[in-house]
């Protein structure tokens, strides 16, 4: 009877602390009874494939140092001479715990330190619309979340992570406010997105206008721009780039059948988007893919096909799935390489 998936992964798991061995011979030895493991059985040798691509990409990954102290304590498992049985046992199963931790650290890995402490908050993948004690809705894209604070004198929602579609009730005596690290957007009965990306704030207004104003303009200064429907404007703290037009039915419809709409925008701010939408993580350069810019319709309720449009369009890029919860994305040393 041949093994089981889970049985596989574990023997996979197995050899590879084995083959940590000290002595040349012995791992000389060990290397070749490893090759014909992984000729026995095309699952051994996907399985194999799959746990030294996982444990290699894991350590490109630099967003958080939460791997770090199981892997400092997989290699003082792993070191010294003379291992013992019993060493190589807690070896293994710090690698297999590792392994079966991955799917919930990718997730983490995508939410702010406050995420837990909001408002309200969507799951990866996940869109709620909530209506407020005003009487205006809000609506979360994936992986978002708000803070709220009203009172008599202002109605202000903070924008922690993601993005949001607000359709504002009037109410002239208090202004209704969307804050965000990088400033403010000031409305009074109108309706518009906005979306906290790695460096800035992106406002796309859909109906009235509003008023942005970067964290670093003073009140009353020239520093706030008045954005009109049909406008979109990108900000960091400190600066207001010029608007941008936008198509609000496109961007309603965009909304209502889970797409996401890229204008001309950098490839590393929509693998951002994609990110939010999945279970684990996509893995990339930011630096390195800057320069792409998209400008496409993603469906964000089938990020795979997502990915696999931007290849389709991209074909200097290369997309590599590890895992359920792990994407590559870098440039191909073949242009012609497609998504796998």
């Not at 607000?166 to 969307?178: E, K, L, S, Y």
């Amino acid at each position: 009877m041949q093994a089981g998936a889970d049985s596989v992964a574990a023997q996979a798991a197995e050899w590879i602390v084995r083959l940590s061995a000290d002595d040349a011979g012995e791992q000389a030895e060990l290397a070749q009874h490893f090759a014909a493991w992984r000729a026995a059985d095309p699952r051994h040798e996907a399985a194999a494939g799959r746990m030294e691509a996982m444990l290699g990409e894991l350590q490109a990954v630099r967003r958080s140092g939460a791997a770090r102290p199981a892997g400092r304590a997989l290699r003082a498992a792993l070191g010294g001479k003379g291992r013992s049985g019993a060493r190589r046992g807690v070896a293994l199963a710090l690698l297999l715990a590792g392994l079966s931790f991955l799917p919930a650290w990718f997730g983490l890995a995508g939410q702010e330190p406050g995420y837990w402490l909001t408002d309200l908050r969507s799951a990866a993948g996940e869109w709620s619309t909530t209506r407020l004690a005003d009487g205006s809705t809000i609506a979360l894209a994936g992986l978002s979340a708000v803070n709220l604070a009203f009172d008599g004198k202002t109605r202000r929602v903070e924008l922690v992570q993601g993005e949001i579609l607000v359709d504002v009730a009037h109410d002239a005596t208090r202004p209704f406010i969307v804050a965000t690290e990088h400033g403010s957007v000031r409305a009074l009965g109108t309706r518009f997105t906005v979306r906290r990306e790695a460096g800035a704030t992106v406002v796309t207004m859909l109906a009235s206008r509003v008023e942005v104003r970067p964290a670093e303009a003073a009140a009353g200064s020239a520093g706030a721009l008045v954005v009109q429907a049909g406008e979109s404007v990108r900000f960091n703290a400190d600066r207001l780039l010029p608007p941008a037009p936008v198509d609000p039915p496109s961007v309603d419809r965009a909304w209502a059948q889970r797409q996401f709409v890229a204008q001309e925008m950098p490839l590393p701010d929509v693998l951002d988007e994609l990110d939010r939408q999945r279970p684990g993580r996509i893995v990339f350069d930011r630096a390195a893919l800057a320069g792409l810019k998209v400008t496409a319709v993603l469906p964000l309720t089938d990020t795979d096909r997502a990915l696999q449009l931007l290849v389709n369009n991209f074909p200097e890029l290369s997309i590599r799935s590890y895992s359920p919860y792990l994407v590559t994305v870098d440039m191909a040393k073949n242009p012609k390489t497609t998504a796998r």
